[in-house]
C-alpha cells in the first residue's frame, strides 16, 4: 500500500517537475535569443 502512494506521489511529482523545467527551458532560451539580438 505504502509503495503504491508512493509511487503515485513520485510520478506526480516528476510530472509538475517536467512542466517546471519546460517552462525554465523556454525562459532561458528567451533570454539568450533576446541577447543574441542585442
Keep these: 500500500m505504502i509503495c503504491i ?3 503515485n506521489f513520485v510520478i ?3 510530472q ?3 512542466v517546471a523545467r ?3 527551458v523556454s525562459y532561458w ?3 539568450v535569443g533576446a541577447s ?3
Aim: proline share 0%.
Design 22 to 24: 519546460g517552462r525554465v
Design 5 to 7: 502512494v508512493f509511487g
Design 12 to 14: 506526480i511529482a516528476f
Design 16 to 18: 509538475r517537475f517536467e
Design 29 to 31: 532560451g528567451a533570454c
Design 36 to 38: 543574441e539580438l542585442l
